[in-house]
Nanobody, 116 residues
């Protein structure tokens, strides 16, 4: 069955860094665009970053541009989100998403808390 398993969430101080991972299985990972979304308490889920199926193109929300980097490994079926210069407003549950023309899958999320 399809699985997206996020990991790497933690409590970190402002200005710190975290690297999230999302391990995929049960589908042809290399055929899917991968994205990260996040949802803060009391807010709607918002898009953070996307990467094309080959990894050749990446896109970022303005709020994270220059601080976050999305990458993928199509051999290990894993997508990453490197988060630097973290701010309290980055606090949220971060979700991994896989998208193709006819299918979309979601992970269960990993909590990131930025606080001193």
């Amino acid at each position: 069955q399809v699985q997206l398993v996020e990991s790497g969430g933690d409590l970190v101080q402002p200005g710190g860094s975290l690297r999230l991972s999302c391990a995929a299985s049960g589908f042809t990972f290399s055929a899917y665009w991968m994205s990260w979304y996040r949802q803060a308490p009391g807010k709607e889920r918002e898009w953070v970053a996307s990467i094309s199926s080959t990894g050749g193109n990446t896109y970022y929300a303005d709020s994270v541009k220059g601080r976050f980097t999305i990458s993928r490994n199509n051999v290990q079926n894993t997508v990453y989100l490197q988060m630097n210069s973290l701010k309290p407003e980055d606090t949220a549950v971060y979700y991994c998403n896989a998208y193709a023309s006819t299918n979309a899958y979601w992970g269960q999320g990993t909590q990131v808390t930025v606080s001193s």
